[in-house]
């Protein structure tokens, strides 16, 4: 005979109740993690030392294009007071041509007898002569030389060509007399010189020269 009293042990498994956890019944899965958004810097302090830097690059830059500036100025200024030097004469020296020019022909106009006889004549003309050579060595001093273009080659920079002479023994373009000295100043033509060239004669030495090498 069947004892009612165990009749539960027999209970299907299927009918048991659920023993997992509902939602909400435990905190420790429930509590919602915490995601920092993308693109930002945790730390605040990443953030201030990158403008830092950033402030520091372009501190930099206007530095050291201030000192190239600086460093163009000071060149182009001691260019200016080197010119200033040299050329700030160049009016005055100008003027001083037209001296130079009346002294030489003043020498020149003196007969050649009285050059050579000693007497007062001679001595005005020695007088002449020192003064014109005294006033060139001060032109000289100050930059301004005079250019001695008998004998070389013709140079439209230096020189301007009032005729031409025929010389076949001379190469051709070669300065053969000086009508009116020129000057220059530094690296620059106060005055060019007024020469005679030949003509007739070779090219120049320096158009045969390849033709002797081959």
């Known amino acids: 005979m069947n004892n009612p009293n165990k009749a539960h042990e027999f209970a299907p498994l299927d009918d048991a109740p ?20 993308e693109g930002e810097t945790a730390d605040p302090r990443e953030a201030e030392l990158a403008a830092a830097r950033a402030e520091a690059r372009d501190m930099k830059d206007r530095l050291l294009r201030t000192l190239a500036e600086m460093e163009n100025l000071r060149k182009r200024t001691e260019r200016e007071v080197a010119d200033a030097k040299v050329y700030g004469v160049t009016s005055f020296a100008r003027d001083m041509l037209s001296v130079a020019d009346n002294m030489r022909r003043a020498f020149e106009s003196a007969p050649a007898e009285a050059q050579a006889e ?20 001060t032109l000289e001093k100050h930059g301004v030389r005079k250019i001695e273009p008998n004998g070389q080659k013709f140079d439209p920079n230096l020189h301007q060509a009032m005729f031409e002479l025929p010389n076949p023994e001379l190469p051709n373009g070669t300065v053969v007399q000086t009508v009116q000295a020129g000057f220059v100043i530094g690296e620059r033509v106060l005055r060019p010189a007024l020469v005679g060239v030949s003509k007739g004669g070779p090219k120049t030495a320096a158009a045969t020269a390849p033709s002797e090498g081959t």
């Open 18 to 37: 659920a023993h997992d956890n509902p939602p909400g019944a435990d905190p420790a899965q429930d509590v919602p993690k915490h995601e920092e958004p």
């Open 118 to 137: 000693d007497g007062p004549l001679k001595a005005f003309v020695d007088g002449i002569s020192l003064t014109e050579r005294e006033l060139l060595k």
